[in-house]
């Protein structure tokens, strides 16, 4: 029973996110263009607004969730997430983070983080190089520290308001430490994607991932998903409905393969 819960989570870290990309794509295919604009219309454009563009402006979100119960149960927990991302002519910086903690009757129960930076370098108008990195520490799965570096190139299908869709491919390092010493590297190769979609004016739908397959044992594999809905609630203030999933293929004995969080949280653009 046991094993088949985990084949069910690997199936759908890894192939529910693809179902909806290429649904997505092809729902965006029948989508009628924006109008060619009239090429005798110039547009003006102040200095300010050129050297703007030109230095580039970061946006995103911070977004805090919590949960508090006393009495029978006295249980907390405590989450922060994070995004933004930076865009210079043909350079794009990211910056994305986790923080979660829980404790029951004042004992800690969970602390967890997560971050991944990237960067990417579009050599076309959708095709670009990319390096990236990601750190996370899991203090229930007795990860010390789990980190990789690499670089690959990636395929930018659409960016627009309403829709933006990418994969990449790539290899790099990764390396695991965990409690009691035991520490395990290896070369891997790294697919990610990301497709997010407008539904309204106000709601929006995201998921965006990363797998890791070593390349020297088919059984190493980790990944990390994160599928969200989000709601405008003011100019700056959304609430979202998030679930992040990380998925250790070879988890050190007693722990779960997969980790699940389920988070409704508030925050604020910038």
Do not use: C
């Not at 988890?251 to 653009?269: C, F, M, S």
């Amino acid at each position: 029973m046991t094993s088949a819960r985990h084949r069910a989570d690997t199936i759908v870290m890894l192939v529910l996110p693809l179902i909806l990309g290429s649904t997505l794509t092809a729902s965006a295919a029948v989508i009628p263009s924006t109008p060619t604009p009239d090429p005798l219309a110039i547009p003006v454009v102040s200095q300010d607004e050129v050297a703007a563009e030109d230095l580039g402006v970061w946006r995103g979100g911070l977004d805090v969730g919590l949960t508090k119960s006393e009495g029978n149960a006295n249980n907390s927990s405590y989450a922060i997430t994070g995004k933004a991302v930076r865009e210079m002519g043909t350079h794009r910086y990211t910056a994305e983070g986790l923080w979660y903690y829980a404790t029951q009757d004042d004992a800690r129960t969970q602390r967890r983080a997560l971050g991944t930076l990237k960067y990417d370098k579009f050599v076309s108008e959708k095709t670009y190089l990319y390096a990236n990195g990601l750190a996370e520490t899991n203090e229930q799965a007795m990860v010390d520290l789990r980190w990789t570096i690499g670089a690959g190139i990636g395929e930018q299908w659409r960016d627009d308001d309403q829709w933006r869709i990418s994969t990449e491919i790539g290899a790099g390092w990764f390396d695991e430490r965990y409690e009691g010493g035991v520490d395990e590297e290896f070369l891997v190769v790294r697919g990610a994607w990301e497709v997010f979609a407008a539904i309204t004016e106000t709601l929006t739908f995201g998921t965006t991932g990363e797998v890791f397959p070593s390349l020297d044992d088919k059984d190493d594999i980790y990944g990390v998903a994160t599928t969200d809905f989000s709601a405008v609630l003011s100019e700056s203030m959304v609430a979202k409905l998030q679930w992040v999933l990380t998925y250790d293929n070879t988890p050190q004995p007693g722990n779960e393969r997969a980790d699940n969080i389920y988070l409704l949280t508030v925050g604020w653009k910038f």
